[in-house]
């Protein structure tokens, strides 16, 4: 496994070049990059631009991990809003693309939103939202077939999806190769165990997002630093080898408000604890 971290665990007034170099002396071997609506790194970026940056990212030693599509939620697949929801398949399609321009075979994709409070106000239909996100998916699929990049579906608190038995029902239901899930360890806590939805899920994880989080606090509040909360992570590195993964974990966090430059070394360092809790012999937090 490698590991990895959000660029925006870094200060976002810094130059690229340097908030990489200082992702790579927290010794990550990887970075994950967020499509936003504007800036640098944008769903408006050109292809030769966003080529440039994959190649100052590998300058710097790293290795692209994942895209987000950071405005699945500002724009819903699923909305109810027609014409919002056809600007939300051009952005999957113009995302999938970008993921080729950099280089990574994965882009993480909330499939719906039947509602959230800092999505687009109203609520969706459980069903609606199924049959929406299922063709909009459907529909992207080909295009991700083609260029090799992974949908890769994660669980969010977005009111779907909420158990592993049907996050598996609806990526096999996709029924492509390029079809995964992207598990975020921490989003479980509130309503299940991340080891579970791990040994479920099986081979269909491509990605995972590592958070720890504190069931006492629950909220936004309640995600805490790793190693600090309730995730069980022995069983979650024990459930991750026996399913044989070997791909990237990425933390998700975002810079501490004073001293901001220490977040990564303290990232970095619990991830080496977690990490070696899958190994035999002695672990880290021995």
Known sequence: MKKSVILGATRADLPLGRRLALIRKAKFDAVELEIGEEGEFSI???EADIRRIARTVRDAGLEVSALLAGLCWKYPLTSENPQTRKKARALLERSIRMCAW?????????PAVVQADWAEPGVVSYDTAWERSMEALTAALPLA???????CIENVWNKFLLSPLEMRQFVDSLSSARAGVYLDVGNIIPYGYPEQWIRILGRRIKRIHMKDFKVL?????????LLEGDVNWPEVMTALGEI?????LTAEFWPYRHCPETLLAH?????????SLGTKGKSACS
Do not use: W
């Open 44 to 46: 408006l970026t050109p």
């Open 102 to 110: 950099a280089g990574t075979d994965a882009l993480l994709v909330v």
């Open 145 to 151: 077939e083609e260029l090799g990049v992974f949908l």
């Open 217 to 225: 606090g629950m909220g936004f509040g309640a995600f805490v630093g």
């Open 244 to 248: 044989h993964y070997d791909g990237y």
């Open 267 to 275: 990232i970095s360092a619990s991830m080496d604890a977690v990490m």
